[in-house]
T-cell receptor, first 111, second 114 residues
Framework: GQQVMQIPQYQHVQEGEDFTTYCNSS?????IQWYKQRPGGHPVFLIQ?????EVKKQKRLTFQFGEAKKNSSLHITATQTTDVGTYFC???????????FGSGTQLTVLP | DSGVTQTPKHLITATGQRVTLRCSPR?????VYWYQQSLDQGLQFLIQ?????ERAKGNILERFSAQQFPDLHSELNLSSLELGDSALYFC?????WGGGEKLFFGSGTQLSVL
């Protein structure tokens, strides 16, 4: 079945440093979504990417979808303490009927 | 507030017991999804309903069952509970069923099986 791998599992950064999490799928994806889960909270939708090579920005967050539509990344510039949480990617392949979530990257931002 | 309501927030029970988790989707959303999140784990898809019909099934145990009622609320029934069933159970909803839908998650039910 479809597998979505996400690395790293944990990341500690100093406030102001950049952060990147990577998502890789075993199959070609029709789209990929990103969610953020704050500690003790629930996942909240951030963005969806559909096109090959697509790049979208939300303030300090940059999302990319690979040319082959098998990988994606989320880059945060100049992290802030409000960025703390776990970031999940979730991909949908052509044959699947539901999203497959990656295992998440837990981001800690040290003040 | 996502607009998705889950009850109860916490549930403590013993092995062998049966519990029911309830979810009310956002107004206008026809799809309901159930996910299981164990400690330091990702989100494991259990099952999806769309407008009362089962739409997709994930790695849901035979001891678990779900349904979506005419008013679109959903219930997840967990029976013959085991220690390993302790987890955070999320319900999510979306407007459609296509799989590429944006999901709105509830705040979850924390289940502890002792």
């Amino acid at each position: 079945g479809q597998q979505v791998m996400q690395i790293p599992q944990y990341q500690h950064v100093q406030e102001g440093e950049d952060f990147t999490t990577y998502c890789n799928s075993s199959t070609t994806l029709s789209n990929i979504q990103w969610y953020k889960q704050r500690p003790g909270g629930h996942p909240v939708f951030l963005i969806q990417l559909v096109k090959s090579g697509e790049v979208k920005k939300q303030k300090r967050l940059t999302f990319q979808f690979g040319e082959a539509k098998k990988n994606s990344s989320l880059h945060i510039t100049a992290t802030q303490t409000t960025d703390v949480g776990t970031y999940f990617c979730a991909g949908l392949s052509g044959s699947a009927r539901q999203l497959t979530f990656g295992s998440g990257t837990q981001l800690t931002v040290l003040p | 507030d996502s607009g998705v309501t889950q009850t109860p927030k916490h549930l403590i029970t013993a092995t062998g017991q049966r519990v029911t988790l309830r979810c009310s989707p956002r107004s206008g959303d026809l799809s309901v999804y159930w996910y299981q999140q164990s400690l330091d784990q990702g989100l494991q898809f259990l099952i999806q309903y769309y407008n009362g019909e089962e739409r997709a099934k994930g790695n849901i145990l035979e001891r678990f069952s779900a349904q979506q009622f005419p008013d679109l609320h959903s219930e997840l029934n967990l029976s013959s509970l085991e220690l390993g069933d302790s987890a955070l159970y999320f319900c999510a909803s979306s407007e459609g069923w296509g799989g590429g839908e944006k999901l709105f998650f509830g705040s979850g039910t924390q289940l502890s099986v002792l």
